[in-house]
């Protein structure tokens, strides 16, 4: 079973900076359509960024912020985060879905354990 490993989490000052990275535990599983959700504590999971054929989605709240990318040499997506706000502060989960050269399943059935990010004021 495939996983995906987030990281790059960790506490930082409002108005700063964070870059999580996404990739998957076995090298054959291609992340080619990507979603970046987060959870603040409490509330529900909402998508934040995704990035599927190089097209990229944004959150309203996030747009001009936040911007997701791929590095396929890498097999990694990236989410940089920049002017952080305390409403930020989340668990940010990585998922993706299944591709192949037919195509992307739809079902999005691979997560990562989660990073937590938390900006203080």
């Known amino acids: 079973q495939v996983q995906l490993v987030e990281s790059g989490g960790g506490l930082v000052q409002a108005g700063g900076s964070l870059r999580l990275s996404c990739a998957p535990s076995?090298?054959?599983?291609?992340?080619?359509?990507v979603n970046w959700y987060r959870q603040p504590f409490g509330k529900q999971r909402e998508l934040v960024a995704d990035?599927?054929?190089?097209?990229?989605y944004y959150l309203d709240s996030v747009k001009g912020r936040f911007t997701i990318s791929r590095d396929n040499s890498k097999n990694t997506v990236y989410l940089q985060m920049d002017s952080l706000k305390p409403e930020d502060t989340a668990v940010y989960y990585c998922?993706?879905?299944?591709?192949?050269?037919?195509?992307?399943?739809?079902?999005?059935?691979?997560w990562g354990q989660g990073t937590q990010v938390t900006v203080s004021a």
């Open positions: 990035i599927m054929n190089d097209i990229p």
């Open positions: 076995e090298s054959t599983f291609s992340l080619k359509a």
């Open positions: 998922n993706a879905d299944y591709c192949s050269v037919y195509g992307c399943s739809g079902l999005y059935q691979y």
